[in-house]
């Protein structure tokens, strides 16, 4: 299937593939400047949205850095899209944290990059893998997110970091329930496991919901602004891909298990001196991840609120999303 977004004649991709240290398969769109063959150039990593694949978020992302003279990379995570891992559609932080190292390794490889000016790019739930790849692998120079979100503590904490010890402790029985439904059903020898929100949140009585899909074919009229907004995105022809989780399908059930046992950005800290670069819809639900990320990391770092922008605006709206900002940052990082 074709690119979600308008395509630059000028800008050449290729389709590539390299593999992380686990031996996973990563699928990637590598965007190439004009003229990159001539001088060793710098690069950017780019990944998300959670659940979106190359041709979506990232891709359109990349292309524009890459119309602003760097090479750029967009790739899908380990077990989504095009790329690798048996089991489909699991998240795992300590795997899609490897991929950002990954790319990294793959660019090394390319002689019109300059290892020494390679940075990351993330957006939305891929942005805590990418703040956590750049706390321990110093090759990554600089760092930049968009419409952030912690997945760890969106998945554990809920929103606003609003859950209760209570209701943790519903989420950690189901997830844990969920595992033997898994052994019952032969999942381990066919490979396929049950679906399920990645997200789990509680009815009035309480009890958790979950769902084999992340979006009904129709959404119903009264449904919550937030949800509107990412089906207007996913779920319509603005951003519709087949293979993106988010558009077609929902994670496995007990994808949420290895984000209650591993937090993202525990190392946020050590990417100083490095730079970072937060960017945020003034009227983005997801805006507390980045306000509470940038009071957690070291100087140097910056946010930046995007006036009358909302979590998914910063998607593919370029009118709004600051990409003078953004090639600004990475052209003064990656010198």
């Known amino acids: 299937m074709t690119k979600t977004f308008e395509t630059y004649s000028n800008i050449q991709s290729q389709n590539i593939r390299f593999r992380n240290r686990f031996g996973i398969e990563v699928a990637g769109d590598l965007y190439l400047p004009v003229g990159y063959e001539t001088q060793k150039n710098p690069a950017i990593v780019v990944s998300g949205p959670f659940g979106a694949v190359k041709e979506q978020v990232s891709g359109l992302y990349a292309q524009e850095f890459a119309k602003n003279g760097f090479v750029a990379l967009a790739f899908d995570p380990s077990f989504t899209g095009e790329s690798g891992g048996a089991v489909r559609n699991v998240a795992e932080p300590v795997m899609f944290t490897e991929d950002y190292s990954a790319a990294v390794d793959y660019f090394g490889t390319l002689p019109y990059v300059d290892?020494?000016?390679?940075?990351?790019?993330?957006?939305?739930?891929?942005?805590?893998?990418?703040?956590?790849?750049?706390?321990?692998?110093?090759?990554?120079?600089?760092?930049?997110?968009?419409?952030?979100?912690?997945?760890?503590?969106?998945?554990?904490?809920?929103?606003?970091?609003?859950?209760?010890?209570?209701?943790?402790?519903?989420?950690?029985?189901?997830?844990?329930?969920?595992r033997w439904v898994d052994v019952d059903n032969g999942a381990s020898e066919t490979g396929h496991y049950s679906s399920g929100y990645h997200e789990l949140g509680f009815n009035a009585d309480g009890c958790i919901v979950t769902g084999e899909s992340l979006f009904p074919e129709k959404l119903?009229?009264?449904?919550?602004?937030?949800?509107?907004?990412?089906?207007?995105?996913?779920?319509?022809?603005?951003?519709?891909?087949?293979?993106?989780?988010?558009?077609?399908?929902?994670?496995?059930?007990?994808?949420?298990?290895?984000?209650y046992e591993f937090p993202l950005c525990h190392n946020i800290k050590d990417i100083s001196p490095r730079p970072v670069l937060f960017v945020t819809g003034e009227n983005a639900h997801s805006r507390y991840h980045s306000e509470e990320a940038y009071e957690a990391a070291n100087e140097p770092k910056e946010l930046l609120i995007v006036p009358n922008a909302d979590h998914v605006d910063l998607y593919d709206q370029k009118d709004k999303i600051p990409f003078d900002k953004l090639v600004a940052f990475f052209t003064e990082n990656l010198k």
């Open 115 to 178: 290892r020494e000016r390679i940075g990351a790019q993330a957006i939305c739930g891929l942005s805590g893998m990418a703040l956590t790849a750049a706390g321990a692998d110093t090759r990554i120079k600089a760092v930049a997110t968009t419409s952030m979100y912690d997945m760890s503590k969106s998945m554990y904490l809920g929103y606003r970091n609003g859950y209760t010890d209570e209701q943790r402790a519903k989420l950690r029985e189901h997830v844990s329930q969920q």
């Open 220 to 259: 119903p009229e009264d449904a919550d602004p937030v949800s509107k907004a990412f089906f207007d995105y996913y779920c319509t022809p603005r951003g519709y891909h087949e293979r993106s989780i988010n558009s077609t399908a929902a994670w496995t059930a007990t994808t949420p298990m290895s984000f």
